[in-house]
């Protein structure tokens, strides 16, 4: 039993990175499918949430549980905190940091959504057009 916590939490893991992945570069892609357009901007606002006012996502909880559960250790903080800030910053997260990372993805969403209107902006209507000639 305890390899199925193990892996469910290993599960929480990857959904945690998908989320991350998608705020972070899902503008660049709200073009493709009527669900990122309507998805992304939400997860978006409750990612910068999350990173301004020091919240917990709450799949860190779950994975922490499910960690328990398997006998394995658990961690305190954050997901970005545990898995991704060692990288990013060795000495730790302050409030500083996070109001940086909280900007860097409004910058980066910003600058994808900026690319995505002015490419949809630069259609003419000629392109979006039957051009067989047909009346």
């Not at 545990?82 to 910003?110: K, S, T």
Request: proline residues 6%; aromatic residues 12%; hydrophobic residues 45%.
């Amino acid at each position: 039993m305890q390899t199925i916590y193990a892996l469910a939490a290993d599960l929480v893991v990857l959904t945690h990175l998908a989320f991350i992945g998608f705020v972070v570069c899902g503008g660049f892609l709200r073009g493709r499918s009527v669900w990122i357009r309507r998805l992304h901007p939400p997860a978006t606002l409750w990612a910068i949430a999350l990173s301004l006012f020091g919240w917990t996502c709450p799949l860190t909880p779950l994975e922490n549980a499910l960690l328990a559960r398997a006998g394995a250790s658990t961690y305190e903080g954050g997901f970005i905190a545990h898995y991704l800030l060692p990288m990013l910053y060795p000495e730790g997260l302050d409030r500083f940091a996070q109001g940086l990372l909280a900007g860097l993805v409004i910058g980066v969403n910003l600058f994808a959504y900026a690319v995505g209107s002015f490419h949809s902006r630069r259609r003419s209507p000629e392109t979006d057009s039957d051009t067989s000639g047909k009346p």
